[in-house]
Structure formats: C-alpha cells, structure tokens
Antibody, heavy 119, light 110 residues
Framework: EVQLLESGGGLVQPGGSLRLSCAAS????????MNWVRQAPGKGLEWVSY????????YYADSVKGRFTISRDNAKNSLYLQMNSLRDEDTAVYYC????????????WGRGTLVTVSS | QSVLTQPPSASGTPGQRVTISCSGS????????VNWYQQFPGTAPKVLIS???QRPSGVPDRFSGSRSGTSASLAISGLHSEDEADYYC???????????FGGGTKLTVL
C-alpha cells in the first residue's frame, strides 16, 4: 500500500525557517517524481514544487522561488522541503504528492502537515 | 501565479447531472491535459479524473471529464449526497513551468 507521511510542521515566526519531510513507503520511491502542494486555511490548493526521480529536474512556484528548496534522499525514501524567509502567507497545510513525471497527475497524497507563520 | 478559473460553487439535487467548468489558456489547458481532484473537508485531495477523461480505478463512472480548446469540464451524473465536496481542476503551464490549480468549486447536494 502506497503511504506518504509528512512531518516537520509547526509554528514559526516571520523570517524563520522550517524543514518539512515526507516519508514514502509501499512503492519504488526512486522511480517517481514528487510534489509539494499547500492549502492555506479555508483556501484552495496551490502547487509549490516538483522534483524528478533523479533530482536533475526541479520546478518551483514563483511564490516560493529563492526561498524554498526541494530535495530528496532515495536511499531513505524521503522527500524534503526546506523553507526559509517564511512569510505570513506561507501559513498552510503542506501535502506531499506522488507523480511519475512532471506532467503526470498526483496519484497519491499524504495527510499533510500544518505550517503556521506568526509572531 | 494565475489560477485556472472555476465557478466557486455548484449545486444539484440527488439524481441530477451537474457540470463544473475550468477555463484556462493556450499555455496550460490548451496544450496539456487536465486532472480533476476531489477533496472532502479535513482530508487530502484525491485524483478523480486524469488526462482529461481517464478515471482511476475505483472512481465511479458517474464521474466524467472532457476538454475542448482552453476549457475543461467535470460532469457528475446521478448525483449522490456523498458527492458533496470541493473539486479542483489542474493543468501544467508551459510558460510558467508550473502546475496550476483552479480556485475550486464547492458542490452542494440539496
């Protein structure tokens, strides 16, 4: 059974940093691309970033470019999102989602982890 | 980043047919496939339709998708009360090199 489990969320002050993790199991992690998608409270979905299976292809939304860094460790079946210079508007539930390649649908999603940016 | 345009709400009675539209441009829907996601309150989204009109295993055939030009539609026939949820369209944008989501449509079953 495919499982994705996010962790690392919490309360952080504006300008601070946080590192999210997504532990994958039940499939060949190294064969799939992975995404981060976020959802602000009461709002819609916003795609954040994508990393290809071999890490040589990475995309970011303009809203996080230069502040967030996506990475993965295929040996640990783990996906990461390093978030720096956090802003109030980054407050959201962050989901990791699997996608075989950049244009594939997001076929499995984790339950999400809440990031709150507030002073 | 711009979003794809969906109506914020839709409604229908049990048994009715409801459609939800998604409008984009030539750099996204016009040149790439559309996926639809269903989300219940407090839970993660789930893929409902992929590649414009493909239903993943387990999705009832009451759900169907289509794409024409720079727009796409999700149709739900024989509406059930358990279909009450938020629905999002999504498409890759070649100009932005980014995934775009629609703003979401809240479906109410009256």
């Amino acid at each position: 059974e495919v499982q994705l489990l996010e962790s690392g969320g919490g309360l952080v002050q504006p300008g601070g940093s946080l590192r999210l993790s997504c532990a994958a199991s039940g499939f060949s992690f190294s064969s799939f691309g992975m995404n981060w998608v976020r959802q602000a409270p009461g709002k819609g979905l916003e795609w954040v970033s994508y990393i290809y299976s071999s890490t040589n292809t990475i995309y970011y939304a303009d809203s996080v470019k230069g502040r967030f860094t996506i990475s993965r460790d295929n040996a640990k079946n783990s996906l990461y999102l390093q978030m720096n210079s956090l802003r109030d508007e980054d407050t959201a539930v962050y989901y990791c989602a699997r996608a075989r390649n950049p244009l594939s649908n997001f076929d499995y999603w984790g339950r999400g982890t809440l990031v709150t940016v507030s002073s | 980043q711009s979003v794809l345009t969906q109506p914020p709400s839709a409604s229908g009675t049990p048994g009715q047919r409801v459609t939800i539209s998604c409008s984009g441009s030539s750099s996204n829907i016009g040149g790439n496939t559309v996926n639809w996601y269903q989300q219940f309150p407090g839970t993660a989204p789930k893929v409902l339709i992929s590649s414009n009109n493909q239903r993943p295993s387990g999705v009832p055939d009451r759900f169907s998708g289509s794409r024409s030009g720079t727009s796409a539609s999700l149709a739900i026939s024989g509406l059930h009360s358990e279909d009450e949820a938020d629905y999002y369209c999504a498409s890759w944008d070649d100009s932005l090199n980014a995934w775009l989501f629609g703003g979401g449509t809240k479906l109410t079953v009256l």
